[in-house]
């Protein structure tokens, strides 16, 4: 009897007693509106915070607390959470949920990516928004798992087989890692494709100081939705700049998807005219609406004659070369392309216009410089510096410096 | 079926530019289907609610022809695809549409580990012992000493016992058939269909064209009376010894029991956090 009222009131009081878990704590610093995190921390919030509802992926280093904060957040929110038994099943089971009309994301690194390819194509061609976080790792195969490096970008591009337009984002600190996680499920929405995000390994275990927005002033953009009736909708309807509704499963829209070349009901087609209209409305698609999906920083390029043109992390370490270049009176300044696919041809064409000197500095073996190398190929001013590394360790702002001057 | 009239399959077919199907003269797909539309016709289900999921193969073309929510997709992914699907919408009927290489070969992973969370899919694995759409290929079921364009001097390997192989892996519910034993299907399709968790059902069919002409098995009609003639059901089969059951193809409900479901299992899992006051 006594022992019964006793365990009565333990239970009563445990709720006030309950430590609270890292992630609340988090979540309460977050209402003060200042936080610290990791740039995969920042992913997992972002993709909450744009309405990502469905996860699904496979632990790999350096993305695996991706999984683990959504494994946390999303049964809290009535969102699903599930580890697959590999990344082909990731890949496969979120372009699966987003057709019964979830918002879903996988994260994964570079040798998990390399296997979702095949899925990354066939949620191209059958027009099935979705999103792919790549916390890149140093490579080929399974390389240097915890070290940092940049060479999933063509990949990013040309990883699946036959030709798919891409859109791929890179963000350079935390704060831009919430940010371009709720840009690329937004864009993986409104352009109905799979969307990719770049990520440096130092990027999402960096921590930083962020302010995250309040709800009311993120912006949240989500699929548009037939409104004809079933026997009049069109899977690939080609209205709006090839921006077209998507109906879900079990919704009365009864359509087909196949990942074979298919007509504008989504049935497979072997005629070239349906054929080759298929594959200019997947190029169309990205090219009509480049503006949109460009986003470029130009840093101090206003009188520059130098300019270094990085991505990710190593735009960080470029920007401090700046400032001291700039201090020795060393014109310089940079541009770093927060969408690297599709490339801002012309951004950058016009921005490299006055510049006589353009250092290419990346953590690979030479993947970005190809774009800048095609852009200023027909022009004997100018002059390419290229900065490569893959030894798991990042390129400093006085490297920079002094393989710039050395150039010159 | 009497009660069931034969516009039902028309009815329940896509008509517009879909035909002729891909199928061979003699392909026990076409049949399958029936036996599936003829299932779904008896059961109170809208078409809306039904997603019919495929991977690639002769039988994985299947989906395009019926007028479902239906989703074609990657060699071997069939279930991953139908994973999500069911995962975000559970109120759904998820029917998984395979054959032998597409489910136990390139996607044998998936099927093991489907059946092992016992999530509610339908699995209709077609099994016509080898690849049809590539032509003729060795595949996982290809049996001992079978020719296959791939084994041309015959097929050293072993075959997969796939009931087994999904039993062992915790499928809650799996069955065998023949393309030949329409009625049975039927009434298998349904009962998995009503099944509460993981369901798997093996139908045995012939390819008379690819397989059939590799290994001399005469033409469609000779294979059909083969399914027929060399099946037994399984409580005749319990009776038989050993010896008498080499070879035979054991027709029937192999495994039916009642196992906590995935999506079931999650929804109270979610519902337990949010009660404990997870914030929003």
Redesign the interface.
């Known amino acids: 009897m006594n022992k019964k009222t006793t365990k009565a009131k333990t239970t009563k009081i445990e709720?006030a007693e309950k430590q609270p878990t890292k992630l609340?704590e988090l979540?309460e610093k977050r209402e003060r509106k200042m936080v610290l995190m990791q740039g995969n921390e920042a992913v997992a919030f972002g993709a909450l915070d744009a309405g990502c509802?469905?996860f699904?992926g496979y632990p790999i280093t350096p993305s695996t607390e991706i999984a683990e904060i959504l494994a946390l957040?999303l049964?809290?929110?009535?969102g699903?959470f599930?580890q697959?038994?590999?990344e082909?099943?990731s890949i496969?089971?979120?372009?699966?949920?987003?057709?019964?009309?979830?918002k879903?994301l996988t994260a994964t690194s570079g040798p998990g990516f390399s296997l979702m390819q095949?899925?990354i194509g066939?949620a191209k061609i059958t027009e099935t928004p979705c999103v792919v976080v790549n916390v890149q790792r140093v490579g080929p195969s399974t390389g240097m798992p915890t070290s940092c490096a940049q060479g999933d970008m063509q990949q990013a591009r040309w990883g699946s087989h036959g030709d798919s337009p891409a859109i791929v984002l890179y963000p350079d600190s935390v704060k831009e890692c919430y940010e371009l996680t709720i840009r690329a499920i937004n864009l993986s929405e409104k352009y109905r494709t799979c969307v990719i995000l770049l990520l440096d390994e130092v990027l999402g275990h960096m921590r930083e100081a962020v302010r995250l927005p309040d709800m009311a002033n993120v912006r949240v953009i989500s699929r548009i939705k037939p409104t004809v009736p079933p026997h009049w909708y069109k899977h690939y309807d080609e209205n709006q700049k090839y921006l077209s509704p998507l109906a879900?499963?079990?919704?009365?829209y009864?359509?087909?998807?196949?990942?074979?070349t298919h007509d504008q009901l989504g049935?497979?087609t072997n005629k070239a005219t349906e054929a080759a209209d298929m594959m200019e409305r997947l190029r169309k698609k990205i090219t009509y609406n480049i503006r949109d999906l460009v986003q470029i920083e130009s840093y101090k390029m206003e009188d520059a004659k130098i300019a270094i043109f990085a991505a990710g992390i190593v735009a960080r370490a470029a920007k401090a070369a700046v400032s001291m270049a700039r201090q020795e009176g060393i014109p310089v300044g940079l541009l770093r392309p927060l969408t690297i696919w599709p490339f801002p041809d012309d951004a950058v064409r016009k921005m490299l216009r006055d510049v006589d000197v353009v250092v290419v500095p990346e953590l690979n073996q030479g993947q970005l410089v190809r774009e800048i190398q095609r852009l200023v190929k027909d022009r004997s001013d100018s002059k390419l510096i290229k900065i490569q590394r893959v030894n798991g360790k990042l390129i400093s702002p006085t490297e920079i410096l002094r393989k710039m001057k050395e150039g010159m | 079926m009497a009660n069931i009239p034969q516009r039902v399959i028309h009815d329940w077919l896509?008509h517009d530019?879909?035909f002729p199907h891909v199928w061979c003269a003699g392909c026990s797909n076409g049949i399958v289907l029936g036996s599936i539309i003829r299932a779904l016709a008896g059961m109170d289900i809208q078409?809306?609610?039904i997603?019919m999921?495929s991977g690639i193969g002769c039988s994985s073309r299947m989906?395009?022809y019926v007028?479902?929510?239906?989703?074609?997709?990657?060699h071997g992914?069939a279930i991953?695809?139908?994973?999500?699907?069911k995962?975000?919408?559970p109120?759904?009927k998820v029917i998984v549409i395979t054959g032998d290489g597409d489910c136990t070969a390139i996607g044998g992973?998936?099927l093991i580990?489907a059946a092992r969370r016992n999530i509610d899919l339908t699995v209709i694995l077609i099994n016509n012992n080898m690849y049809g759409m590539t032509g003729g290929q060795c595949s996982p079921t290809t049996p001992h000493d079978a020719i296959a364009t791939t084994a041309p001097y015959g097929n050293i390997e072993p075959d997969f016992n796939i009931c087994d192989l999904a039993m062992g892996a915790g499928a809650s519910f799996v069955a065998r058939t023949t393309a030949f034993h329409t009625q049975e299907t039927q009434n298998m399709v349904r009962e998995a269909i009503e099944h509460p968790g993981f369901s798997l059902i093996e139908v045995i069919s012939a390819c008379p064209v690819i397989f059939g002409r590799l290994n001399k098995k005469g033409g469609a009609p000779q294979m059909m009376k083969e399914m027929r003639d060399n099946s037994v059901p399984l409580a005749a089969a319990d009776k038989l010894p050993p010896e008498k059951l080499e070879g035979k193809i054991v027709r029937g409900i192999l495994r039916k029991e009642i196992r906590p479901e995935f999506c079931a299992q999650?929804a109270d899992?979610?519902k337990r956090?949010?009660a404990m006051?997870?914030?929003?």
């Open positions: 709720p609340e979540q509802n469905f699904a957040e049964p809290k929110r009535g699903v599930v697959m038994e590999d082909i099943a496969s089971a979120i372009t699966g949920a987003s057709l019964a009309g979830a879903a095949e899925g066939y879900s499963f079990g919704e009365g009864r359509y087909n998807v196949t990942g074979l049935f497979p | 896509r530019k879909k078409r809306d609610d997603v999921v989906p395009v007028d479902f929510n239906t989703l074609h997709t990657l992914r991953a695809y139908a994973t999500g699907v995962l975000h919408k109120h759904l992973n998936h580990h999650y899992l979610s956090v949010q006051g997870g914030e929003k």
